[in-house]
Structure formats: structure tokens, C-alpha cells
């Protein structure tokens, strides 16, 4: 959402009998909502993804302080309990616990309906934030995801901890949420989002290096769905904003990633040392590139800046870095669409799906296995496609819900 998007409050406060005050202590109090819901985040996306129960709680307490607060400075009303999104979210939480119910396992539905509760309770806390604090809320979205990205690009040019993820031969950016795609997923929405914002501020420098450095971020996960996910993105913002202001926001920021990209992939070999200097000199040069392509108005001098660039740093890739090796066992391990595993687990939920049309098997329920290629059976615990994870466990009727909460977000969007 814009940073400049009408703020809600005074529509929630209207319920109130005394809404049409401008009360100080109540815009205070919404503002450490949004504050508590900033540190929810943060907690969630240093502490990998908020997976374990440890770093669970305190995303759960955060955000159950932060939706408190909110609501005690401005109390529900009809409007909140109307919102299309709340009623769908509401309602596939409250399939989850059922459907647990009626299979005999009436524990396994606490989980996604708390989850969705929190989607619910984020929703309600940030219609009651001003636009300073939703300001404020964007920029600390922003700067952590930029904290993911960065940690990301140390883990690969550096080998550091478990920032970085080997596979296939080849280390990607896995970053404080420790799995590349995961990632990848809070990536691509931050940069989408600041991409955006660059529509309407394209000389920025602040955003211009934002975006640059968390599409470097990006593409050190080296995720072929993020890749997707990111042109789809770029599509609709064209169609939204224009497809001339969008390329002219998104240019810089692309290049400079790209050059960047290019100095990273020497560290990504397994079979190979890192080469955190070239990467260094890489990123510096991919900022420097995108800063001044920024400022730069007129769109020849732009491809002149951009030839001379592009040609020096490829140019010291190839020959410092043996960037064009790396290049191809990168390329031989990511560009391409075989993913045995997966598709043996997308099919496995599937087939789950189908002996459980309407129901599902149940909340963390579905038993993914098959039998491999060698003979042996693969069992995993998620499909690694959500809408088929859904399917398997919630069945149709859940599947048919998320689709109705998406497009509700959407439309709220």
C-alpha cells in the first residue's frame, strides 16, 4: 500500500460516540500499535520466519499487544466486521478448526485459524494508523527487508552461517529465514513495493538504492519462482501505472542488481572459494550504476552510461572472476524446470486431494510420499505449492475460502 494512502481512522472512529474528536492519546496509541506490529515483523523475519515456537510467541504477543492497543483507542465497529477480508479470513479459519473436528483431530485446526486470526488482527490495526504511522510502518518493512536482503548477499559472498544454502552444487542467499525461497517470498513483495513507490518519485536516490539492493538480495536466492513472481509483479504495475514510468522506475534499480549479480555468481560454486572482494566491488558498482541512471534525464545519455558500465564491470567479472564458468554450472543447476522431488510431491498432494475432495485429510494431516525414481519412497511434510498444500489438507471448500480471502485482499489493496 502507498505510504500516501488515505488513512482509515477517522472511518473506524465514526462508530464512537465521541469519533469525531481528534483525541491525541488515541493517535498515540494507534501509533505504538503500528510500532508493535513493526517489532512483530522484525521478530518474524530475523528469527527464520518465525518457524519454531520460541520466535512463534513473540511474533503472537506482539501482535496481540499492537491489535489491543488499537482497539482500545478506537473500538470495533460494523465497518470492521463488514470488511471482505476479515469475513474471509474468519471463515476459513473457522473451516480449519471444524474440518479438524470432524476428522478426529481437533487440535491440528489451532494452528492455521491462529494464523489467520493474526492476519485478522494485522488488517484491523492498520486500518486504525494515521498516515504518519503508516509511513513509518512502510519505511521499517522496508529497512528489515533490506536487513533479509543484505544478510542474504553476505551468506553467499562470504559462505556466512546459515545465511547461505547449499544445493545442487550451487550456495544460495537463504538469509536469517535460512531457506532461499523463503527468502525470496518476503523479497519480491518489498521490492514490488518499492518499485511502486519510485513510480511517483523516479530520482529518489533513497529508493533507487532501496530497490537496487533488495533485488541484489533477490537474485542471490537464485529462486526461479521469485523470478516469476517478480515479472508477474512488474506486469501489473505497468498496467497499473503505465508501462513508461514503470521501466523508467524500474531500470536503474534493475541494472544496478544485475551488475551486482554478475560479481556475486564467482562465490556461488561450491567447488570454488568465494570472492567476497569481487562481490564487494560488484555491489558497489551495481549502486553507483542505478544512482546514476536515476539522475540522469534524458535516455541517450542513459544507454551511453549503461554501455560503458555494463561493458567495464562484465569485462572485470570475466577476467578477475572467471564469472563465465561460474555462469554456466549456476545456470546448469538453476535454469531449468526439473524438480523431480517437487513434482513428485505436488503430485502426492494431489492425489491426497483427490481420496479427499471436500474435506482434505485434515489440518497437518496429508501423508506426501511416493516412490522414486531409484525405488525408495520420498515422504515430505509440505508440497512446496500452497494452493495443492491446501487442497490436501482442507479440501476444496478451503481451497474455494482462500481464494475468495485473496481476492478480497485484493480488492482491499
Given at each position: 500500500?502507498?505510504?500516501?494512502?488515505?488513512?482509515?481512522?477517522?472511518?473506524?472512529?465514526?462508530?464512537?460516540?465521541?469519533?469525531?474528536?481528534?483525541?491525541?492519546?488515541?493517535?498515540?496509541?494507534?501509533?505504538?500499535?503500528?510500532?508493535?506490529?513493526?517489532?512483530?515483523?522484525?521478530?518474524?523475519?530475523?528469527?527464520?520466519?518465525?518457524?519454531?515456537?520460541?520466535?512463534?510467541?513473540?511474533?503472537?504477543?506482539?501482535?496481540?499487544?499492537?491489535?489491543?492497543?488499537?482497539?482500545?483507542?478506537?473500538?470495533?465497529?460494523?465497518?470492521?466486521?463488514?470488511?471482505?477480508?476479515?469475513?474471509?479470513?474468519?471463515?476459513?479459519?473457522?473451516?480449519?478448526?471444524?474440518?479438524?473436528?470432524?476428522?478426529?483431530?481437533?487440535?491440528?485446526?489451532?494452528?492455521?485459524?491462529l494464523?489467520?486470526?493474526?492476519?485478522?488482527?494485522?488488517?484491523?490495526?492498520?486500518?486504525?494508523?494515521?498516515?504518519?504511522?503508516?509511513?513509518?510502518?512502510?519505511?521499517?518493512?522496508?529497512?528489515?527487508?533490506?536487513?533479509?536482503?543484505?544478510?542474504?548477499?553476505?551468506?553467499?559472498?562470504?559462505?556466512?552461517g546459515?545465511?547461505?544454502w547449499?544445493?545442487?552444487?550451487?550456495?544460495?542467499?537463504?538469509?536469517?529465514?535460512?531457506?532461499?525461497?523463503?527468502?525470496a517470498?518476503?523479497?519480491?513483495?518489498?521490492?514490488?513495493?518499492?518499485?511502486?513507490?519510485?513510480?511517483d518519485a523516479?530520482?529518489?536516490?533513497?529508493?533507487?538504492?532501496?530497490?537496487?539492493?533488495?533485488?541484489?538480495?533477490?537474485?542471490?536466492?537464485?529462486?526461479?519462482?521469485?523470478?516469476?513472481?517478480?515479472?508477474?509483479?512488474?506486469?501489473?504495475?505497468?498496467?497499473?501505472?503505465?508501462?513508461?514510468?514503470?521501466?523508467?522506475?524500474?531500470?536503474?534499480?534493475?541494472?544496478?542488481?544485475?551488475?551486482?549479480?554478475?560479481?556475486?555468481?564467482?562465490s556461488?560454486?561450491?567447488?570454488?572459494?568465494?570472492?567476497?572482494?569481487?562481490?564487494l566491488?560488484?555491489?558497489?558498482?551495481?549502486?553507483?550504476?542505478?544512482?546514476?541512471?536515476?539522475?540522469?534525464?534524458?535516455?541517450?545519455?542513459?544507454?551511453?552510461?549503461?554501455?560503458?558500465?555494463?561493458?567495464?564491470?562484465?569485462?572485470?567479472?570475466?577476467?578477475?572472476?572467471?564469472?563465465?564458468?561460474?555462469?554456466?554450472?549456476?545456470?546448469?543447476?538453476?535454469?531449468t524446470?526439473?524438480?523431480?522431488?517437487?513434482?513428485?510431491?505436488?503430485?502426492?498432494?494431489?492425489?491426497v486431494?483427490?481420496?479427499?475432495?471436500?474435506?482434505?485429510?485434515?489440518?497437518?494431516?496429508?501423508d506426501?510420499?511416493?516412490?522414486?525414481?531409484?525405488?525408495?519412497?520420498?515422504?515430505?511434510?509440505?508440497?512446496?505449492?500452497?494452493?495443492?498444500?491446501?487442497?490436501?489438507?482442507?479440501?476444496?471448500?478451503?481451497?474455494?475460502?482462500?481464494?475468495?480471502?485473496?481476492v478480497?485482499?485484493?480488492?482491499?489493496?
Amino acid at each position: 500500500m502507498s505510504p500516501t494512502a488515505e488513512a482509515h481512522t477517522p472511518t473506524v472512529a465514526s462508530g464512537t460516540a465521541d469519533g469525531g474528536r481528534d483525541e491525541p492519546g488515541r493517535r498515540r496509541a494507534a501509533g505504538w500499535a503500528g510500532l508493535l506490529l513493526l517489532m512483530a515483523v522484525a521478530a518474524g523475519l530475523l528469527g527464520q520466519g518465525a518457524v519454531y515456537t520460541r520466535v512463534r510467541w513473540y511474533v503472537g504477543v506482539l501482535v496481540a499487544l499492537a491489535t489491543l492497543l488499537a482497539l482500545v483507542a478506537w473500538p470495533p465497529t460494523r465497518d470492521d466486521a463488514r470488511l471482505p477480508p476479515v469475513v474471509a479470513a474468519l471463515a476459513l479459519a473457522a473451516w480449519a478448526v471444524l474440518d479438524a473436528a470432524l476428522l478426529g483431530v481437533p487440535a491440528a485446526g489451532a494452528g492455521p485459524a491462529l494464523l489467520l486470526l493474526g492476519v485478522v488482527a494485522v488488517l484491523l490495526t492498520c486500518r486504525r494508523l494515521g498516515e504518519e504511522d503508516r509511513e513509518v510502518l512502510l519505511l521499517g518493512v522496508v529497512g528489515i527487508g533490506l536487513l533479509v536482503a543484505l544478510a542474504g548477499w553476505l551468506g553467499v559472498a562470504g559462505r556466512v552461517g546459515s545465511w547461505a544454502w547449499l544445493g545442487d552444487g550451487v550456495w544460495r542467499a537463504s538469509s536469517t529465514l535460512t531457506y532461499p525461497n523463503a527468502a525470496a517470498a518476503v523479497l519480491v513483495p518489498v521490492a514490488l513495493v518499492v518499485l511502486a513507490w519510485l513510480v511517483d518519485a523516479p530520482r529518489s536516490l533513497g529508493l533507487v538504492l532501496a530497490a537496487s539492493g533488495l533485488l541484489t538480495g533477490l537474485g542471490a536466492t537464485m529462486s526461479r519462482a521469485a523470478a516469476l513472481a517478480l515479472a508477474v509483479g512488474l506486469v501489473v504495475l505497468a498496467g497499473l501505472r503505465g508501462p513508461r514510468r514503470t521501466a523508467r522506475a524500474a531500470l536503474g534499480p534493475c541494472l544496478g542488481a544485475l551488475v551486482a549479480l554478475v560479481c556475486l555468481v564467482p562465490s556461488m560454486p561450491a567447488a570454488r572459494p568465494p570472492r567476497p572482494v569481487l562481490a564487494l566491488a560488484g555491489l558497489c558498482a551495481g549502486l553507483a550504476l542505478a544512482a546514476v541512471v536515476a539522475r540522469v534525464r534524458r535516455w541517450p545519455a542513459v544507454a551511453l552510461v549503461l554501455g560503458g558500465a555494463l561493458v567495464g564491470c562484465l569485462a572485470a567479472g570475466i577476467v578477475v572472476g572467471g564469472v563465465g564458468n561460474a555462469a554456466r554450472l549456476v545456470a546448469e543447476s538453476r535454469i531449468t524446470l526439473a524438480s523431480p522431488d517437487r513434482s513428485g510431491a505436488m503430485r502426492a498432494a494431489l492425489r491426497v486431494a483427490a481420496e479427499h475432495p471436500l474435506t482434505g485429510a485434515g489440518p497437518g494431516q496429508a501423508d506426501l510420499q511416493w516412490r522414486g525414481a531409484d525405488g525408495g519412497t520420498r515422504i515430505f511434510a509440505y508440497a512446496h505449492n500452497e494452493s495443492a498444500q491446501l487442497a490436501a489438507e482442507l479440501g476444496l471448500v478451503g481451497l474455494g475460502l482462500l481464494a475468495v480471502l485473496l481476492v478480497a485482499l485484493a480488492r482491499l489493496l
